[in-house]
């Protein structure tokens, strides 16, 4: 929170620098409106601290040419020019040069009510500075995560990243409360990641298996999308599946272990669980794997997933979840 409201205060809290970081692109206050709520992390109204901003030089109004770039699209523009009697050809830089060269009074009333900021040389340091010290951070505790999974520490590997995302100025997903985080899914999925070898990918060594294992614990962990952080370009690979497919049935498997000790935890509690099998609906799903879905099974006789019969050409993407019988 900022309660100093003198000086450049500012420049130490991180909503202040990540809402300065987002404007290294040209930004309308507007855009901060609507979404994450700014006000609360600022601990001020926005357009407050855009003002700061724009007092210690930070922040500066768009030139009058760039403006008129995101005012009027071509076809605007060459009608502006046509009525004035000017050349209508060349770029839309031209023709925005042409109009400021022919009226640059006219140019600059028609974009005077458009307030759309952009850091200055000196915001730009500031936020690059920010942004680079947030990458690092990132980064670093990546490379702390990864020593805890190489050392079977799967409950501090969840604790370090749960108190990352604390300190994060939005942190990622909806009403997770980050300081009181449950370790304990995420503990199991490790667990499982790390120990179970999916029978699909037996042409694999453990070796190689590990390096999947350690990607996709950081893809779990840290909530990356499928595309970021891949298997080694020089990855040896026997099976069928391309890299990125063996990363989802790595994972697939130690989900559908993860999901089969809970049940087993549920069963023993309230008794009567059974195992239902979803399946992807489109053209790409094989027949072996839609015959999985057609009824529950009981838990100790649901076929292992990813499934060994399957025919998928990127591998079966078939998952569980566990429910009681009705
Ligand atoms: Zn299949």
Not at 72 to 86: A, D, G, N, P, R
Not at 101 to 125: F, H, L, R, W
Not at 211 to 226: E, K, N, Q
Request: charged share 25%.
């Amino acid at each position: 929170m900022l309660r100093s409201k003198s000086g450049t205060e500012w420049k130490k809290s991180p909503a202040h620098l990540l809402l300065l970081s987002k404007h290294l692109s040209p930004r309308v206050t507007s855009d901060f409106a609507r979404g994450d709520n700014w006000q609360e992390v600022l601990g001020e109204p926005v357009a407050k601290a855009i003002n700061r901003f724009k007092d210690d030089n930070v922040i500066d109004i768009l030139a009058t040419d760039e403006l008129l770039d995101i005012k009027y699209k071509v076809t605007e523009l060459k009608q502006i020019l046509k009525s004035k009697q000017i050349q209508v050809s060349g770029t839309k830089r031209a023709l925005i040069q042409r109009l400021l060269n022919a009226d640059p009074e006219g140019a600059q009333k028609a974009v005077a009510d458009m307030t759309v900021y952009i850091c200055t040389m000196e915001g730009k340091s500031i936020a690059d500075q920010y942004l680079a010290h947030e990458k690092e951070k990132r980064t670093l505790t990546e490379q702390h995560v990864l020593e805890s999974l190489k050392n079977a520490k799967y409950k501090e590997a969840a604790i370090i990243v749960a108190q990352f995302e604390a300190e994060q100025v939005f942190p990622r997903g909806m009403g997770i409360d980050w300081e009181k985080y449950n370790t304990k899914h995420d503990e199991i999925f490790l667990n499982k990641l790390f120990t179970c070898k999916p029978k699909v990918l037996s042409a694999l060594s453990n070796e190689q298996l590990y390096t999947g294992r350690l990607i996709g614990a950081l893809r779990r962990l840290f909530s990356y999308s499928d595309n970021y952080l891949s298997l080694p370009d020089d990855f040896d690979n026997p099976t069928v599946y391309d890299k990125s497919s063996i990363l989802h049935l790595l994972m697939s498997n130690a989900y559908f272990h993860t999901v089969i000790a809970e049940a087993v935890e549920l069963h023993r509690t309230l008794g009567n669980i059974v195992i239902e099998v979803l399946t992807v609906n489109d053209d790409l799903v094989c027949d072996e794997c839609k015959t999985l879905t057609k009824h529950p099974f009981e838990i100790n006789q649901v076929p292992e997933l990813p499934y060994q019969k399957c025919t998928c050409k990127f591998g079966c993407r078939c998952s569980i979840s566990a429910r009681p019988q009705y």
